[in-house]
């Protein structure tokens, strides 16, 4: 069997695209090896590296890491999922790997909002590496807005979209225990970019008339506690509010199953608007009815599929207006669940993205 090598020097060791979906769909033809931070399996095919938040200290201690446990290997196949890795994946196509570079975010637009890693010199390397990339390496994008930055590619590319693994999502789905209280999810990282603020605003507006609600917040926090603290509303509704920081999938969803409302709230700072967050097409597979952005983007999704609410990400009164129905009425409720579900089993799942996988690795082995 041909031997491929999935690696990243970010992406958690849960990391849902990679591991739950991606993986899985190679191992039938393929003998897979993935290598990210803090990867501890007895698997001899899971390999762990040193774990990073910022950039330097990963690119001195975790890439020679990953040189050393991987290099030996001898891939046929190497798919790179951070541009970090570039340089490191140049190196495995000099002994004959063919290499894959995956672009999940637009970093020409998210650099403006990056509170590290951004500096000037991790600025000009980037243009630097990923010019060299679009030359030297076959592509696979996560949105089709990204082919509007890569129209300069010398190899073949696919678009392969982050959508849910249906069998995954109903077994974590069928886990979820019932809770009395109305409960809300959110998903992702926890920003003012992403709607914070609003989310504690309406949060504060909604508590003028109820007593009991949860809003459930998975993701790595990325705003200080006393700028949290200092936000409108928040003192009033800290008791309802519970911040999990990142957690695996495998919990989160379970969490997620017993929500009456999934919100996936995004500014239109960076590539927010063009970019379509996995948590949409999760929300949707577990019958949550969605509340979302009005970009129009998202508002062609939800509107045709007439599963959830798009709205202003600063308006705080809309935000209340659409939990308070998601609370209240149950059968609107029911019937934007129902039809979430069908628009996540004919056209957000990850069977038809999966072929798109196969085919486009076979096409490279042969080309």
């Given at each position: 069997?041909?031997?491929?090598?999935?690696?990243?020097?970010?992406?958690?060791?849960?990391?849902?695209?990679?591991?739950?979906?991606?993986?899985?769909?190679?191992?039938?033809?393929?003998?897979?090896?993935?290598?990210?931070?803090?990867?501890?399996?007895?698997?001899?095919?899971?390999?762990?590296?040193?774990?990073?938040?910022?950039?330097?200290?990963?690119?001195?201690?975790?890439?020679?890491?990953?040189?050393?446990?991987?290099?030996?290997?001898?891939?046929?196949?190497?798919?790179?999922f951070v541009p970090e890795l570039i340089p490191l994946a140049l190196?495995?196509?000099?002994?004959?790997?063919r290499v894959i570079y995956e672009v999940q975010e637009n970093l020409?637009?998210?650099?403006?909002?990056?509170?590290?890693?951004?500096?000037?010199?991790?600025r000009v390397l980037f243009k630097f590496f990923d010019k060299l990339?679009?030359?030297?390496?076959?592509?696979?994008?996560?949105?089709?807005?990204?082919?509007?930055?890569?129209?300069?590619?010398?190899?073949?590319?696919?678009?392969?979209?982050?959508?849910?693994?249906?069998?995954?999502?109903?077994?974590?789905?069928?886990?979820?225990?019932?809770?009395?209280?109305?409960?809300?999810?959110?998903?992702?990282?926890?920003?003012?970019?992403?709607?914070?603020?609003?989310?504690?605003?309406?949060?504060?507006?909604?508590?003028?008339?109820?007593?009991?609600?949860?809003?459930?917040?998975?993701?790595?926090?990325?705003?200080?506690?006393?700028?949290?603290?200092?936000?409108?509303?928040?003192?009033?509704?800290?008791?309802?509010?519970?911040?999990?920081?990142?957690?695996?999938?495998?919990?989160?969803?379970?969490?997620?199953?017993?929500?009456?409302?999934?919100?996936?709230?995004?500014?239109?700072?960076?590539?927010?608007?063009?970019?379509?967050?996995?948590?949409?097409?999760?929300?949707?597979?577990?019958?949550?009815?969605?509340?979302?952005?009005?970009?129009?983007?998202?508002?062609?999704?939800?509107?045709?599929?007439?599963?959830?609410?798009?709205?202003?990400?600063?308006?705080?009164?809309?935000?209340?207006?659409?939990?308070?129905?998601?609370?209240?009425?149950?059968?609107?409720?029911?019937?934007?669940?129902?039809?979430?579900?069908?628009?996540?089993?004919?056209?957000?799942?990850?069977?038809?993205?999966?072929?798109?996988?196969?085919?486009?690795?076979?096409?490279?082995?042969?080309?």
């Amino acid at each position: 069997m041909k031997r491929v090598l999935l690696i990243s020097t970010v992406h958690p060791a849960t990391d849902s695209r990679i591991m739950y979906k991606i993986v899985p769909s190679l191992r039938s033809g393929y003998e897979v090896f993935c290598a990210l931070p803090q990867l501890y399996a007895s698997e001899k095919r899971l390999i762990s590296l040193p774990r990073f938040e910022r950039l330097l200290p990963r690119l001195l201690f975790a890439h020679p890491v990953a040189l050393v446990k991987c290099l030996m290997l001898r891939p046929h196949i190497v798919h790179i999922f951070v541009p970090e890795l570039i340089p490191l994946a140049l190196l495995f196509q000099c002994i004959g790997a063919r290499v894959i570079y995956e672009v999940q975010e637009n970093l020409f637009k998210k650099f403006a909002i990056k509170t590290y890693n951004n500096s000037l010199i991790f600025r000009v390397l980037f243009k630097f590496f990923d010019k060299l990339a679009r030359r030297k390496f076959h592509c696979i994008f996560t949105d089709d807005a990204y082919l509007e930055e890569y129209t300069d590619l010398a190899k073949s590319s696919v678009v392969i979209h982050n959508y849910v693994s249906l069998p995954v999502i109903d077994a974590l789905g069928n886990e979820a225990v019932p809770v009395q209280r109305p409960e809300f999810f959110y998903l992702g990282v926890v920003s003012m970019e992403r709607c914070l603020d609003t989310m504690i605003e309406a949060l504060a507006r909604l508590k003028s008339g109820y007593a009991d609600f949860h809003l459930h917040l998975f993701g790595p926090v990325r705003v200080s506690s006393t700028a949290l603290k200092s936000l409108p509303g928040y003192q009033q509704v800290a008791g309802h509010i519970t911040f999990h920081g990142y957690t695996d999938q495998k919990i989160a969803m379970r969490v997620a199953a017993r929500a009456v409302a999934g919100i996936a709230l995004l500014k239109p700072v960076a590539d927010y608007p063009e970019s379509l967050p996995t948590k949409l097409f999760e929300y949707m597979a577990l019958k949550l009815p969605l509340i979302t952005s009005d970009f129009p983007l998202y508002k062609q999704i939800v509107g045709q599929a007439a599963c959830g609410f798009c709205i202003s990400p600063y308006d705080a009164d809309a935000l209340c207006y659409a939990l308070e129905q998601c609370m209240n009425n149950g059968s609107l409720r029911h019937e934007m669940g129902r039809n979430a579900r069908k628009a996540a089993e004919t056209v957000y799942n990850w069977a038809s993205e999966e072929k798109l996988l196969l085919a486009f690795y076979n096409n490279i082995l042969i080309s």
